[in-house]
């Protein structure tokens, strides 16, 4: 509703309330006016339809082939405003239409020909720093920050692989972040890049800063190693673990004691699996106790295997990127309740995917030192400043529903 009640306030500027003498070639009274008609796009609604009680059928076609260079009016999305100024004769004058919170299409009558524009502008980018002591959740510790929910996927983002947030966030740990807010007619509408980040793990004290070069971008810690790294720490988002890695469980379906050789994450059916590192799909269908199963195989000898899945999204010897969706969280095969099933061999050998040591990353370039040193001093001063005061901070960004941990 504030986006929408921004973009009609913007509309009633941009349309005028007297009839410029552009507009015509035959003078105008003074006092003339132009009644503004606004509305919404409904659901199936043309151009037309939109319009039919403000022009003729002539009327509409004319428009639209007007704004064609521009927009394509026939592309109306649902829910989004217009605005039609007519004058006393009832004849069209402008008509205005709001692409997105950006863009606004307006079109023009001057000397008896329709003319077309697109009026853009650009979020503000405001710096600011967020502090904040988790004693639940990572997310329940954004909103009650005063933030929203992808600001807390960000930072989890940033150190995907260092830490597994599903079991190694405690009670008393705490982040600080100085991220680029964007906003529009003094809103927040979503953040930018986090320059600067800080995770406080117990006497474990991880940092982060976003560097952009000519060979390297991406985040890195201070010495300049990047955070990126061969594989992810889960290739689930905010879920737990039900059972671990062990030579020897009991079996809650065959109730028969046997090797575990796997991580089990239990989540809702549904939740999106991601690929832990880039390869290659070797298997994507049924295995046996696993049921719906992805294998991928990684370089240096690493393949990972993610199973009791609802749903596929990867065909065998389809090349996958580390984070893309290849399947989701269900419980086909030998299951008694919707988890993934997440194992990982090395040179044919099952390894604990949360003890393994995963290879490293390349640092910054030397060529590229000296800059990286400079933008990394600039994002720390910045997150050294420490946050706004409160009577500063923006009004829209309310705490949101933390999910359940």
Same mark, same amino acid.
């Given at each position: 509703?504030?986006?929408?009640?921004?973009?009609?306030?913007?509309?009633?500027?941009?349309?005028?309330?007297?009839?410029?003498?552009?507009?015509?070639?035959?003078?105008?009274?003074?006092?003339?006016?132009?009644?503004?008609?606004?509305?919404?796009?409904?659901?199936?609604?043309?151009?037309?339809?939109?319009?039919?009680?403000?022009?003729?059928?002539?009327?509409?076609?004319?428009?639209?082939?007007?704004?064609?260079?521009?927009?394509?009016? /026939? &592309? =109306?999305?649902? *829910?989004?405003?217009?605005?039609? !100024?007519?004058?006393?004769? +009832?004849?069209?004058? %402008?008509?205005? #239409?709001?692409?997105?919170?950006?863009?606004?299409?307006?079109?023009?009558?001057?000397?008896?020909?329709?003319?077309?524009?697109?009026?853009?502008?650009?979020?503000?980018?405001?710096?600011?720093?967020?502090?904040?002591?988790?004693?639940?959740?990572?997310?329940?510790?954004?909103?009650?920050?005063?933030?929203?929910?992808?600001?807390?996927?960000?930072?989890?983002?940033?150190?995907?692989?260092?830490?597994?947030?599903?079991?190694?966030?405690?009670?008393?740990?705490?982040?600080?972040?100085?991220?680029?807010?964007?906003?529009?007619?003094?809103?927040?509408?979503?953040?930018?890049?986090?320059?600067? /980040? &800080? =995770?406080?793990? *117990?006497?474990?004290?991880?940092? !982060?800063?976003?560097?952009? +070069?000519?060979?390297? %971008?991406?985040? #890195?810690?201070?010495?300049?190693?990047?955070?990126?790294?061969?594989?992810?720490?889960?290739?689930?988002?905010?879920?737990?673990?039900?059972?671990?890695?062990?030579?020897?469980?009991?079996?809650?379906?065959?109730?028969?004691?046997?090797?575990?050789?796997?991580?089990?994450?239990?989540?809702?059916?549904?939740?999106?699996?991601?690929?832990?590192?880039?390869?290659?799909?070797?298997?994507?269908?049924?295995?046996?106790?696993?049921?719906?199963?992805?294998?991928?195989?990684?370089?240096?000898?690493?393949?990972?295997?993610?199973?009791?899945?609802?749903?596929?999204?990867?065909?065998?010897?389809?090349?996958?990127?580390?984070?893309?969706?290849?399947?989701?969280?269900?419980?086909?095969?030998?299951?008694?309740?919707?988890?993934?099933?997440?194992?990982?061999?090395?040179?044919?050998?099952?390894?604990?995917?949360?003890?393994?040591?995963?290879?490293?990353?390349?640092?910054?370039?030397?060529?590229?030192?000296?800059?990286?040193?400079?933008?990394?001093?600039?994002?720390?001063?910045?997150?050294?400043?420490?946050?706004?005061?409160?009577?500063?901070?923006?009004?829209s960004a309310q705490p949101s529903r933390a999910p359940?941990?």
């Open positions: 509703m504030k986006a929408l009640t921004a973009f009609l306030t913007l509309a009633l500027l941009l349309l005028p309330t007297r009839v410029p003498r552009w507009l015509d070639t035959a003078p105008l009274r003074p006092a003339e006016s132009l009644s503004v008609l606004r509305g919404t796009v409904g659901r199936n609604e043309s151009l037309a339809s939109a319009l039919t009680d403000h022009l003729t059928a002539a009327g509409v076609h004319r428009l639209a082939e007007a704004a064609r260079p521009v927009y394509d009016l /026939a &592309r =109306l999305s649902v *829910g989004r405003p217009f605005a039609v !100024a007519l004058d006393a004769n +009832g004849l069209m004058r %402008s008509f205005t #239409y709001g692409v997105d919170e950006l863009r606004t299409l307006r079109v023009v009558q001057r000397g008896g020909a329709l003319d077309a524009e697109m009026l853009t502008r650009a979020y503000e980018t405001r710096p600011e720093v967020i502090e904040a002591e988790i004693e639940s959740s990572l997310f329940a510790a954004v909103g009650e920050a005063g933030e929203r929910d992808q600001l807390a996927l960000d930072l989890a983002a940033i150190f995907a692989w260092d830490v597994d947030f599903n079991t190694e966030i405690q009670r008393g740990d705490a982040f600080g972040v100085a991220v680029e807010k964007q906003v529009l007619d003094g809103e927040l509408v979503g953040y930018g890049r986090i320059l600067a /980040a &800080r =995770l406080r793990r *117990g006497e474990r004290t991880l940092e !982060a800063v976003r560097y952009e +070069g000519e060979s390297a %971008s991406g985040y #890195y810690d201070l010495d300049g190693t990047p955070l990126r790294k061969a594989f992810l720490r889960s290739p689930l988002r905010f879920t737990r673990i039900s059972s671990r890695f062990t030579r020897s469980r009991l079996h809650p379906v065959l109730d028969v004691r046997r090797p575990h050789l796997a991580i089990d994450y239990a989540a809702p059916p549904g939740t999106p699996v991601v690929a832990s590192a880039d390869g290659v799909c070797t298997l994507a269908g049924w295995w046996g106790g696993l049921g719906r199963a992805v294998r991928l195989r990684h370089a240096n000898g690493y393949e990972t295997i993610y199973g009791h899945l609802s749903r596929l999204h990867v065909r065998r010897g389809e090349r996958v990127v580390q984070g893309r969706r290849i399947g989701a969280v269900g419980s086909s095969g030998l299951a008694t309740g919707p988890h993934l099933d997440y194992r990982m061999r090395q040179n044919g050998r099952y390894v604990d995917p949360l003890k393994v040591q995963l290879p490293p990353a390349e640092p910054i370039p030397d060529a590229e030192r000296a800059a990286f040193v400079a933008e990394r001093d600039r994002h720390l001063a910045l997150l050294e400043s420490g946050p706004a005061a409160p009577a500063t901070r923006l009004a359940k941990s």
